[in-house]
């Protein structure tokens, strides 16, 4: 007795797009592509350079009857690469630039992190000096950029390029210690009197109401 050849087919359930059936592709979009290993029952859906709206649920399918299914959701992440204490960072000038860069989501560590300040990439061997790098990867891989007795020339715009993923930058300022205090003063400031214009706004609503 002869069975009948059974057929597997992957099916898109956003817009129920028939995608593969066997090995043939079935879809406009060339990125999708279905594997068999031979003498194997495992069927692959293949999707080159995947997409964030490509998320969803996909079902594999097999041609008995009934016919069985088997959903599948994906969900397609983008790493992203963010530096701490981002847009705007100040340090006294003589201490320490600490700048933190965190990759998140990347479906392996970046193979190279690059740092660059004002468009140029840092050297490290530069005669200035006093410039280091440690990097740590991992499901989140971190990069720490650490430059000693920070001056006036340090400051600009600092720039985290993994190499799988987007970059971020900082905008580092090296100031002399009583700028930042004077700019929390006026920071503070403003605050208060925004309070205040509130406050009043507040009393005469309710003054309003009392009189009516």
């Not at 066997?22 to 068999?36: N, P």
């Not at 990867?137 to 920070?150: V, Y």
Request: with cysteine; net charge neutral.
């Amino acid at each position: 007795m002869q069975y009948p050849v059974l057929q597997v087919s992957w099916v898109r359930h956003r817009d129920i797009h028939l995608l593969t059936v066997g090995r043939y592709t079935y879809t406009s979009d060339q990125r999708f592509e279905a594997l068999h290993s031979p003498h194997t029952e495992d069927w692959t859906l293949r999707i080159r350079y995947p997409q964030r709206k490509d998320s969803g649920i996909y079902e594999c399918q097999i041609s008995t009857t009934p016919p069985i299914g088997h959903p599948v959701y994906l969900t397609i992440v983008e790493p992203i690469t963010i530096i701490i204490g981002a847009p705007d960072l100040f340090v006294n000038k003589g201490s320490t630039i600490n700048l933190t860069c965190v990759v998140k989501y990347a479906p392996e560590p970046p193979p190279t992190m690059t740092w660059s300040h004002n468009t140029e990439v840092i050297n490290f061997d530069s005669p200035r000096g006093g410039i280091s790098l440690v990097t740590e990867k991992g499901p989140e891989t971190t990069s720490r950029l650490m430059i000693q007795k920070a001056v006036s020339s340090d400051s600009g715009i600092y720039r985290c390029e993994p190499s799988n993923a987007n970059p971020s930058s900082i905008k580092v300022h090296v100031v002399n210690e009583e700028h930042p205090a004077a700019m929390h003063h006026g920071e503070s400031g403003s605050s208060s009197y925004s309070k205040t214009r509130l406050i009043c706004f507040i009393i005469l609503v309710i003054a309003n109401i009392m009189f009516i």
